[in-house]
C-alpha cells in the first residue's frame, strides 16, 4: 500500500539496529512491535500536548519560510538525520479556501489570517497522510527507541493513522469553504512553496 511505501522511504538514511528501549517496547507483542498500539498510546497523553504547547505561530513560520527556508527550519524545526528536512510543529487560525479530494492525499487550502484571499498552507485530511512530520517533530521520538527502522517507520504511519481517525474524521468538513479553522499539527520543510500539516487539532466555525 502507498502509506507503507512513504513510511519506510522516509526512515532512508538512518543507519544500524538499535536495542528497543521504554516506549517502543511498551508496545510489543510476543516480540513484534505493535504500532497502533503505540501510536494510540502516546497521542493524547504526549503528542497532542507537545504540539499544542510548542508549535510556533503559523503566520510567523510561513512568512519565515518564505524569506529564508534554511533559517526558518533551524530556528522552528527539529532534524532527525543529516540531510533530512526540518520537521515544524505549527498553529494558528485562518479562512478555508477550498477542501481538496481529488486525491488520495486530500487537504485543506488555508489563508491565514490576516486574510488576503490566497492560500499560505494545507492542512492534510487524507485519507493517505503523506510524510512523517508528527513523528519527527514532538522531539521525544527518535530511532533508537525501535528495534529497525521498520518499526521507526511503522510508528510515523500509526501516528498519520491517529491524526484521520481522531482529528480529521470527526471535523465536518463538507460545505467548509469560507469557515474559520483553528488547527495545530506538523509538517516537513520540503518545498516551501507547499506547506502541508498533518493536524493534532482541526475546529472549524
Excluded at 512513504?6 to 543507519?15: D, L, R, T
Excluded at 512568512?63 to 543529516?82: C, I, L, M, N, S
Amino acid at each position: 500500500m502507498l502509506a507503507g511505501i512513504v513510511a519506510v522511504a522516509g526512515c532512508s538514511g538512518v543507519p544500524g539496529v538499535y536495542v528497543v528501549e521504554s516506549a517502543a517496547s511498551d508496545a510489543a507483542q510476543d516480540g513484534a512491535f505493535d504500532a497502533a498500539k503505540y501510536a494510540a498510546g502516546i497521542w493524547s497523553a504526549k503528542v497532542v500536548p507537545t504540539v499544542l504547547a510548542k508549535a510556533a505561530d503559523a503566520e510567523a513560520v510561513v512568512k519565515a519560510v518564505k524569506a529564508d527556508p534554511e533559517e526558518a527550519g533551524q530556528k522552528y524545526g527539529r532534524r532527525t538525520g543529516t540531510g533530512g528536512p526540518y520537521a515544524v510543529m505549527v498553529k494558528g487560525t485562518g479562512k478555508v479556501l477550498s477542501v481538496a479530494r481529488s486525491s488520495g492525499a486530500g487537504r485543506i487550502e488555508v489563508d491565514l489570517a490576516p486574510a488576503d484571499g490566497k492560500p499560505d498552507l494545507g492542512i492534510a485530511i487524507g485519507p493517505v497522510f503523506l510524510g512523517t512530520a508528527l513523528r519527527d517533530a514532538v522531539g521525544f521520538i527518535d530511532f533508537g527507541q525501535f528495534t529497525n527502522q521498520v518499526d521507526y517507520a511503522s510508528a510515523a504511519t500509526a501516528l498519520n493513522t491517529q491524526a484521520r481517525l481522531r482529528v480529521v474524521a470527526p471535523a465536518r468538513l463538507d460545505g467548509a469553504e469560507g469557515k474559520k479553522v483553528a488547527f495545530a499539527g506538523a509538517f516537513q520543510l520540503l518545498d516551501p512553496k507547499n506547506i502541508v500539516v498533518t493536524p493534532v487539532s482541526l475546529e472549524l466555525s
